[in-house]
T-cell receptor, first 118, second 114 residues
Framework: DAGVTQSPTHLIKTRGQQVTLRCSPK?????VSWYQQALGQGPQFIFQ???????QRGNFPDRFSGHQFPNYSSELNVNALLLGDSALYLC?????????????????FGPGTRLTVL | AQSVAQPEDQVNVAEGNPLTVKCTYS??????LFWYVQYPNRGLQFLLK??????LVKGSYGFEAEFNKSQTSFHLKKPSALVSDSALYFC????????????FGTGTRLQVFP
């Protein structure tokens, strides 16, 4: 099992450009979440995709958009890049897991894509 | 507002000594709680979780954490630190039962000295 994979590993863009990051979930997982981790900070939730629909969204502008494909892989798109978008972008995949009578989603994180905006 | 606090930016401990990394949370209801570790240029690795049941949970690499509802804390502990434990540790909480959205603390850097 390859786990959660992300591409590319590193990316350098200039202000105003657009970028697409990709994520392949762990085998058997149907839900993908994206997080932004700025330098020295904890990850911040961007949004989550399930059944090809955006299910939850964090406090991020519409410049951030995504997509989930029928094979559960996902893309994160960021338009009109700003210097402040420079960060490590983490993808997490999950599936429902039972703990006794409680169901919860156990999230597994990929290695991330480091985006630098110049 | 829902939040997670990790009051220490860095924790220093000598190898072989016990370690504690602190975490408190502010979330309504009965949240699910997690600890993750991040090594340089790597993603987050899951260490342990509290969903329900026993307040003391055991996780990977000898780590454990104690859920204290009255103090809204979920401190990470290890009886004997290793140099290889040196990394960045994140506490996270899910405010919903589905744990779909995680709220992370700002992280605590653990430095274990030989």
């Amino acid at each position: 099992d390859a786990g959660v994979t992300q591409s590319p590993t590193h990316l350098i863009k200039t202000r105003g450009q657009q970028v697409t990051l990709r994520c392949s979930p762990k085998s058997g997982h149907d839900t993908v979440s994206w997080y932004q981790q700025a330098l020295g900070q904890g990850p911040q939730f961007i949004f989550q995709y399930y059944e090809e629909e955006e299910r939850q969204r964090g406090n991020f502008p519409d410049r951030f958009s995504g997509h989930q494909f029928p094979n559960y892989s996902s893309e994160l798109n960021v338009n009109a890049l700003l210097l402040g978008d420079s960060a490590l972008y983490l993808c997490a995949s999950s599936r429902g897991v039972a703990s006794g009578e409680i169901w919860y989603n156990e999230q597994f994180f990929g290695p991330g894509t480091r985006l630098t905006v110049l | 507002a829902q939040s997670v606090a990790q009051p220490e930016d860095q924790v220093n401990v000598a190898e072989g000594n016990p370690l504690t990394v602190k975490c408190t949370y502010s979330v309504s209801g009965n949240p699910y709680l997690f600890w993750y570790v991040q090594y340089p240029n790597r993603g987050l690795q899951f260490l342990l979780k509290y969903i329900t049941g026993d307040n003391l949970v055991k996780g990977s690499y000898g780590f454990e954490a104690e859920f204290n509802k009255s103090q809204t804390s979920f401190h990470l502990k290890k009886p004997s630190a290793l140099v290889s434990d040196s990394a960045l540790y994140f506490c996270a909480v899910s405010p919903t039962k589905s744990t779909d959205k995680l709220i992370f603390g700002t992280g605590t850097r653990l430095q274990v000295f030989p």
